[in-house]
């Protein structure tokens, strides 16, 4: 067993997916550690699955995303969260930038 273990975050787009579909489908390819779904509004309709070993994740990644699950075709991503950070700032210099715009032209 591996120590590095692999994160994905698919978007399973459908509310009624139990965790033991999800391990079902994704357990083909490795060891799973963990999975998670989203509940909150803005996180309904994804989960998290943590494998065991970097390379099960890939493999899964690989052959799961664009596959048609219960009639919705998943998106499978690698769980990236520094990305996610990085993003969100870029966001705030953004809505900071067109503020600043905003003020200096004069429009609400």
């Known amino acids: 067993m591996s120590s590095r273990g ?3 975050a698919p978007e399973v787009n459908r509310y009624n997916v139990t965790p033991e579909e999800l391990f079902d489908l ?12 989203g509940i909150a509004n803005n996180t309904k309709g ?8 970097v390379m099960d994740a890939k493999q899964a990644c690989d052959k799961l995303n664009g596959f048609n699950f219960q009639n919705r ?7 990236q969260p520094e990305k996610m950070l990085k993003s969100r700032e870029d966001l705030e210099a953004r809505r900071e930038s067109l503020a ?6 004069g429009i609400e």
């Open 6 to 8: 692999g994160k994905l």
């Open 26 to 37: 994704f357990g083909k390819f490795g060891p799973i550690r963990q999975v998670r779904q």
């Open 46 to 53: 994804t989960a998290f699955v943590v494998y065991e070993d």
């Open 73 to 79: 075709y998943l998106v499978v991503l690698y769980h």
């Open 100 to 105: 600043q715009l905003k003020k200096q032209h």
